[in-house]
Each structure stands twice: as structure tokens, then as C-alpha cells.
């Protein structure tokens, strides 16, 4: 007799693309795509501006808006340089989108400053540090 | 927070696990399909759940959440989800076309709207429905 309780076995389509050895370098692509797209959509909002007003500083169309900041496609490099223009990206959204450390505007507070400021300070180091290292 | 298919007992089967299958598409692009509804999946995780526009966005007049990802130049898909919990459910899954503006296609989204609020009602009544993402 057929046990009609019985779970259809339907095998985990997720599991299994997980199992191919392309699935993690898409996965980071989209990841970055997300990370993108997340940026320009919050500058964009904190600048009152909509889809359709970027893409017509962008000349491009409301929808690629959309898909770019659904993380839905590979930005081409112009079009990003034209909404990194029209939006005035700071090093600070593109060290959100590369997780990199951006460097820390200070200024002198008081006597405390050293104090204050001593985990800015260890930042910076660090910050300058890493980029020595880059630049030799 | 975990992640969880809903899992219908009438059908048998997690409806986001089936629609997963993506049967039709080929292999490379199926991967990269799921590739990034995983990373979006894991984008709204991070974020507890909540609907994080542009990535997950709530649906007026329903109690879940969207999570859309191009198939095609036209085709969009649409993941449904809630949080209970300490999960993220997910409910349901579809496709839609771009352009819906015949009363029929907007019929068509509706119909997967209602089902998947039945889904919602039934999974509150059975929390224990569900499968492991």
C-alpha cells in the first residue's frame, strides 16, 4: 500500500548548485553587484532624486536604473562614471562597496585630542600603512 | 537568523524549492540565477528580515515581503517571503513579465499573490512546515 504521508523527495536546487565549482565566483559577483547597487540607491534617495531624473542626467533608461540598483547587471564602466558624476560618490560609498578602510577627516579638539583620538589615530596608521605597502 | 522553505502538505512540496528547478534554463545560467537569489537571500538575512529596499521590498496590502531577480531581458522573479520568528520564511516563488498591463497578466499576479497569503495563513496555523535552506 502507497504511504500517501510520505514527503515527495524534491531534491534542493540550491544545495546542489552550491556543489558547482562556479557558484562561488557568481555568488561574489552578485555580492559586489548587491553592494553596488545598495550605494547608489541610498545616495540617490538622500539626494531626493528619482530613477527616472538619474537616468536622464545618465542618458540612459529608468529600467537600467532599476536593474543596476537591483544588483540585476554588470554596470559598464561608462555608465557607472556618469552616475558616479551625477550622484557626487565620495571615497567613503566606495569604501562601503570594496570594504576598504577610508581615510578619517580630524581636526584638532582640545587638550584630550591624543586621547580622544587615539583609535582614529591607530586607524589612520594602519589606513597609510596599507597603502605604502600598495604603492611599493 | 535561519532560513527556511515553506512546505505546503497539500502540494507535497517546498513551492520555492520546486520553482528553483528553473527546468528550461540551461546550466550555466541557472547557476548564476541562483547564485545571486542566494546572495540576496543572504543580503535580507544579514539585515534580520526586514525589507531593504532597492534588494527586498514590502508588497502592499500583504503581509510578506519581494525579492526580485532578472531571469531575462523581460522576465523578473519574484521570491515571497516573511519573517517568523527567528526565520525567514520562504513562501513562494514565480516569474513575471516586465510589461503586465493586460487585465489578465494582472489577473495572473494577483492569483500568485492570494496563494501564496493562503501559504502564509497556513504556515502560521503549522509553524513545523518547513524545510532547511
Redesign the interface.
Known sequence: MKNINQKKLVADPMAEARQNPKFLSYSQEAANRIKLGVEIYNIRMSQNMSQQELARITKTTQKMISNIESGSVDVRFSTLNKIKEALNFRVENWSRIYNFLAPIEFCWVGDNWAEENNKNLNKITSFVMSNEVLLN | MEVVYY?NNDL???PV??Y???KGVSQ?K???I???????I??VRQNEGRP????SEPLRNYSFFEI???KDKNIVIRVLYFRYRNQIVLLNAFEKS?SYNTARARKTIEKHYDLTNSYYNQFKINPKNY?K?
Not at chain 2, 541562483?34 to 540576496?40: G, Y
Not at chain 2, 531593504?52 to 534588494?55: D, K
Request: charged content about 40%.
Open positions: 512546505f507535497n512540496f517546498c524549492k520546486k528553483l528547478e528553473l550555466d541557472k547557476i548564476r541562483l547564485a545571486e537569489i542566494d546572495q540576496k543572504c543580503y531593504t529596499p532597492p534588494i526580485n531577480t532578472r516586465d524545510e535552506y
